[in-house]
């Protein structure tokens, strides 16, 4: 082949930049997301067996299983001002450490409160990593695949999920002190996680606002190439010198309101009651099961769960942002009324479970994969850290009020009814995004941010 021609190609590689430098570290920070989906889903199988060892109440079930979710609030909320400050790869390598050490404290415990403080550590790695790992991958993101790198971290998560309930499945018949093993195993990848966050580049947009510009364009070179750089360098400077920096500052209010909602809806409509309660549910509330067979519906779940993010990874970028969540509420919203007339009426598990299926499987396709995605993207730069970490707090608390209140809502209204009640606010869901929410797919950033400023009613 001709040499001029081989440097051609090696002159118009360098101008367009190359993949490697984008792909890398977006799969690194995503390894934080799939520590938050283990973390979070191990409890499932394993709050079986600490309920029995510990003999466990409703009441301390539940704190069992939402001690976890407190740290994730107080996480996501330290998240804001550290990241701001101190950068996002600092704080997500702080993150990867307290993921380690909660791993190996949630195996060791002598009762329930040892046991809670040690997720609670956890739950603020967690609270970290589900506001950084997402966020810090939309910065680095050209605007033509950000749906589709930010939703890597929905996969990572799903991955997690699914990793726990097969590593619960296999421990079922490993006796009494079964369930810290589960625990136990996170430990692992907690650590390649630490070590591997040591070899990524800070965020682009974190740099322009510490003033440090020839890095960020240095970085921003290596993944779209130099001239694209330049111009993206531009943009975010000029939309920098324009914002106030004001998280409540009216223009930007609207924004920050459409992404605290967007992450309560997705919480309220109760995808993880499945996810934490997902065995109790099954072997409480349908009819001939044991523990062994609840775990391995687990197991499938998390494998529809997985599969379904897959899909919606596919089409974000697709199909937009807004016609996936809005399907997916829909579906959701159908799929809970036929989980609760199964239960009510008592069918076949094989029947109660493919309602189940399908709940999760729109759940993955759309809000999963939208909810993190519009929460990263739809905030301007200078405010985005924080706007993220409210939002994500929003999320925690969310997802804690909702796990703090399943067992108690099943008392008073029956599974049935409780079910039917995340039904109705799935509907409420699919009319807000409807009214409320602007498409982002294929815009940029600064893009983003001006719409706003054209939308301030």
């Not at 360098?14 to 430098?21: D, E, F, I, V, W």
């Not at 400050?85 to 329930?112: E, H, N, Q, W």
């Not at 950084?132 to 971290?153: D, F, H, K, Q, T």
């Not at 995340?422 to 498409?439: D, G, N």
Request: hydrophobic share 55%.
């Amino acid at each position: 082949m001709d040499p001029t021609t081989n440097a051609r190609g090696y002159e118009e590689k360098l101008q367009k930049g190359s993949a490697r430098y984008l792909y890398l570290p977006a799969m690194v920070a995503a390894l934080g997301g799939l520590l938050f989906g283990y973390d979070t889903a191990v409890i499932n199988g394993a709050i079986v067996f600490i309920k029995q060892q510990f003999a466990l109440s409703d009441s301390q079930t539940e704190i069992a299983a939402s001690s976890l979710l407190l740290g994730c609030v107080v996480g996501a909320s330290v998240a804001a001002f550290t990241s701001d400050r101190f950068g996002r790869k600092r704080v997500l390598l702080g993150a990867a450490a307290l993921f380690t050490i909660s791993s190996v404290g949630a195996a060791l415990p002598r009762d329930l409160i040892q046991f809670a403080l040690a997720r609670l550590v956890g739950g603020v790695a967690i609270g970290i990593a589900s506001t950084l790992s997402p966020l810090y991958i939309a910065e680095i993101s050209p605007a033509r695949n950000r749906g589709l790198l930010v939703s890597l971290n929905q996969l990572a998560i799903v991955t997690g999920i699914l990793l726990s309930y097969s590593v619960n499945y296999l421990l079922t018949g490993a006796g009494p002190s079964n369930w810290r093993w589960m625990f136990a195993s996170a430990a692992l990848p907690s650590a390649g996680f630490l070590l591997t966050l040591l070899f990524i580049p800070e965020s682009p947009r974190w740099l322009m606002q510490k003033g440090r510009e020839q890095e960020a364009e240095h970085f921003l070179a290596q993944i779209v190439g130099p001239q694209a750089a330049a111009r993206e360098i531009e943009a975010i400077r000029a939309a920098l010198s324009e914002e106030s920096g004001d998280l409540l500052d009216p223009t930007f209010r609207k924004a920050l309101i459409v992404a605290i909602l967007i992450a309560l809806f997705s919480q309220f409509t109760g995808i993880n009651t499945i996810i934490y309660y997902g065995s109790i549910v099954f072997l409480e509330h349908v009819p001939h099961q044991t523990a062994s067979t609840a775990l391995w519906a687990n197991v499938i779940i998390g494998a529809i769960n997985f599969a379904a993010t897959i899909v919606g990874m596919l089409l974000i970028d697709r199909s937009g942002r807004k016609p996936l969540l809005m399907s997916a509420f829909a579906g959701m919203a159908l799929s809970l009324v036929a989980v609760s007339a199964a239960v009510h009426f008592q069918v076949a598990g094989t029947i109660v479970l493919i309602f189940v299926l399908t709940y999760v499987a729109c759940f993955a396709v759309g809000v999963g994969t939208g909810t993190w995605v519009v929460m990263a993207e739809i905030c301007p730069t200078r405010v985005r850290g924080r706007a993220m970490s409210l939002a994500t707090v929003c999320l925690w608390c969310g997802t804690l009020l909702v796990t703090l209140t399943f067992l108690s809502l099943v008392n008073l209204f029956t599974a049935s009814g409780a079910f039917l009640l995340y039904a109705t606010i799935a509907v409420a869901a699919f009319l807000f995004v409807w009214r409320m929410i602007p498409e982002t797919k294929g815009r940029t950033l600064e893009e983003i941010e001006k719409w706003w400023l054209t939308h301030k009613r």
